[in-house]
């Protein structure tokens, strides 16, 4: 599994490096915006879409769990996110122009693939202005990737290409209430008492509690009853080892990232 994991994170960045070099040929941007955007705030992901029409996508399903629900902050001075593979960007600079939801997937897309937005079912929102920033940073810190381009609707959601064959959709999180998969108004133990406290651990929280029941109900649908005991006794394994994590957030994070792993994995072997 783990050599796998490997395997997909070094093809989606080296996908990630030709997007942003199709991305800065594609964009004839007018205007310099070093200064407030409408792209500043809180967001999160509502949204992967997944373009099934071609066979060389990455191994993500629509709606991915260990993507949806992941944050995306931006401020004057920086970009933040967990969103897999990407990293933050300091002192970003931007760029815009004004084109349409269908034209901004096609260039980013890179126009030898012909993909459209109904490769993504976006084909209704395709028509739809949107404003589209690229975006420079001051440096790379690390050997992951920041998103070269965002395109932001009079609704304000954002869509940006994750890769060659996914795009992400982010609406904006002012909600500052925390929840988990549980009440945490009851939680007892301490590794509960912390993800309640963080908003990042409750997120992941919710994430793995719905990848986990949508596996659980697809063994129930099917009557695979072992796969089903199996599915259930692994989970009561992975939460006695979250537990010792107690009240350390990153062990925390750590642990609940690497389940939503192994769940996806389940779901791809499966699909």
């Excluded at 800065?24 to 941007?29: C, D, G, N, T």
Aim: glycine residues 4%.
């Amino acid at each position: 599994m783990a050599k796998a994991s490997e395997l997909l994170l070094m093809l989606l960045k080296m996908m990630f490096k030709i997007i942003t070099n199709l991305s800065l040929l594609s964009f004839p941007l007018i205007a310099l915006a070093n200064e407030n955007t409408p792209l500043q705030g809180d967001w999160k992901v509502a949204s992967l879409r997944v373009n099934l029409n071609n066979p060389t996508r990455m191994n993500f399903q629509s709606d991915d769990d260990r993507v949806v629900g992941r944050f995306f902050k931006v401020s004057l001075h920086e970009i933040n996110t967990n969103i897999p593979v990407l990293d933050k960007c300091l002192d970003p600079v931007y760029k815009k122009k004004t084109t349409t939801l269908g034209q901004y997937i096609k260039e980013t897309s890179g126009e030898d693939y012909g993909t459209t937005a109904s490769d993504f079912d976006l084909q209704k929102a395709a028509g739809e202005t949107v404003t589209v920033f690229s975006i420079s940073c001051a440096g790379n810190i690390s050997d992951k990737l920041v998103l070269s381009s965002l395109a932001i609707d009079k609704n304000n959601d954002i869509y940006t290409l994750w890769g060659e064959n996914n795009i992400i959709i982010l609406k904006p999180d002012n909600n500052n209430v925390i929840k988990a998969s549980y009440d945490c108004s009851k939680a007892s133990l301490l590794p509960e008492k912390t993800i309640c406290s963080n908003s990042e651990l409750a997120a992941y929280d919710l994430s793995v509690s719905k990848s986990w029941n949508t596996q659980k109900e697809a063994l129930q649908r099917v009557g695979l009853e072992d796969k089903l005991d199996e599915l259930k006794e692994n989970q009561k394994v992975w939460l006695k080892s979250r537990n010792k994590c107690n009240s350390d957030q990153a062990c925390l994070k750590k642990s609940m990232i690497e389940r939503l792993g192994e769940l996806s994995d389940v779901t791809n072997n499966e699909g």
